[in-house]
Nanobody
Framework: QVQLVESGGGLVQAGDSLRLSCLAS????????MGWFRQAPGKEREFVAV????????TYSGSVKGRFTISRDNAKNTVGLEMTSLKPEDTAVYYC???????????????WGRGTQVTVSS
């Protein structure tokens, strides 16, 4: 099991950038694929990005590809999400999650953080 704590959310304007971070507990962090998901008010949670355990593979949702970058530092047990050119529709609670395999399927993710709020004003 991995405990996850997100940070870095906040209120920004459209076009701004923001970096989210997720700190994981445990010594086996590098074994897990790490994903970011988000849930906007009144909507279902959706996949944003995932990075493989070693960091060599990444996948993004179409709505964020080219604007968001996922990264990880296994020495520090952290995964980050660099968000640029933010839009009001990016407003959501962003969750960090850990999975035993690489992919975008939400039900593959066993451990979740509590989320951090990102609000983008127009």
């Amino acid at each position: 099991q991995v405990q996850l704590v997100e940070s870095g959310g906040g209120l920004v304007q459209a076009g701004d950038s923001l970096r989210l971070s997720c700190l994981a507990s445990g010594r086996t962090f590098s074994r897990y694929a790490m994903g970011w998901f988000r849930q906007a008010p009144g909507k279902e949670r959706e996949f944003v990005a995932v990075i493989s355990g070693g960091g060599s593979l990444t996948t993004y949702s179409g709505s964020v590809k080219g604007r968001f970058t996922i990264s990880r530092d296994n020495a520090k047990n952290t995964v980050g999400l660099e968000m640029t050119s933010l839009k009001p529709e990016d407003t959501a609670v962003y969750y960090c999650a850990a999975a035993g395999r690489f992919g975008a399927q939400e039900n593959w993710y066993e451990d979740w953080g509590r989320g951090t709020q990102v609000t983008v004003s127009s």
